[in-house]
């Protein structure tokens, strides 16, 4: 098998592709919360660290410090740690639940078997 034949198997598997679907996902969520952050968290939280003429990201502590960029990425760390955490709760949620309508299913089969066995 060629070398181009090989990576057209891996590329067009279907987890590749879901994957891929991922990650362009995950790059606009990044966006979108940090635009949220950047729009509406951090002006809340300006007023309390800055000075009534600077930006946010300007915020200055001790000599020169700047530490409004990483407040920032430190809010849209933790915005987006919490919606992926509840998103894998909600979908580990399903699988269980799926699994356990599955789980039923077959023990219901079992014992319809074992009803004909018994009545034979």
Do not use: C
Request: charged content about 20%; aromatic content about 10%; cysteine-free.
């Amino acid at each position: 098998m060629s070398f181009i034949e090989e990576f057209k198997r891996f590329a067009f598997k279907g987890n590749v592709i879901d994957l891929s679907v991922g990650v362009i996902m995950g790059g606009a969520f990044g966006k979108m919360v940090t635009a949220v952050v950047e729009d509406l968290f951090m002006p809340m939280v300006h007023p309390l660290l800055a000075k009534a003429d600077q930006h946010w990201s300007s915020i200055v502590i001790g000599p020169g410090i700047k530490i409004g960029h990483f407040a920032a990425a430190l809010l849209n760390f933790f915005v987006i740690s919490l919606v992926v955490f509840i998103l894998v709760k909600v979908l580990y949620g399903l699988k269980e639940s799926d699994e356990e309508v599955n789980a039923d299913t077959s023990t219901e089969k079992l014992l319809r078997e074992i009803r004909d066995a018994l009545k034979k």
